[in-house]
Nanobody, 117 residues
Framework: QVQLVESGGGLVQAGGSLRLSCAASGRTFSGYTMAWFRRAPGKEREFVAHIRWGSGITSYTDSVKGRFTISRDNAKNTVYLQMNSLKPEDTAVYYC??????????WGQGTQVTVSS
């Protein structure tokens, strides 16, 4: 049974930092792409960043480039999202997802990030 479990969310002041973790279990993810998405209040879910587990190649949405960094730890089967210089508009529920092809097959339950001004 595949599980993605997010942690690390919380309340932080603008300009602060948080690191989100996504612990993956239930299968081998070496051929997968892992991603972070977010859903802000009243808005649709949006892509934040992804990383190809095998190659480590990353991609980011423009609004987080230079502030967020996605990474993975093969030994721990965990994907991270380091978020620096946080802004109130980063407030959202952040979700981890995994895809073997072009379909996000697995999702975590989400972790709340709140950035106060």
């Amino acid at each position: 049974q595949v599980q993605l479990v997010e942690s690390g969310g919380g309340l932080v002041q603008a300009g602060g930092s948080l690191r989100l973790s996504c612990a993956a279990s239930g299968r081998t993810f070496s051929g997968y792409t892992m991603a972070w998405f977010r859903r802000a209040p009243g808005k649709e879910r949006e892509f934040v960043a992804h990383i190809r587990w095998g190659s480590g190649i990353t991609s980011y949405t423009d609004s987080v480039k230079g502030r967020f960094t996605i990474s993975r730890d093969n030994a721990k089967n965990t994907v991270y999202l380091q978020m620096n210089s946080l802004k109130p508009e980063d407030t959202a529920v952040y979700y981890c997802a995994a895809a073997a092809t072009n379909v996000w097959s697995y999702w975590g339950q989400g972790t709340q990030v709140t950035v106060s001004s």
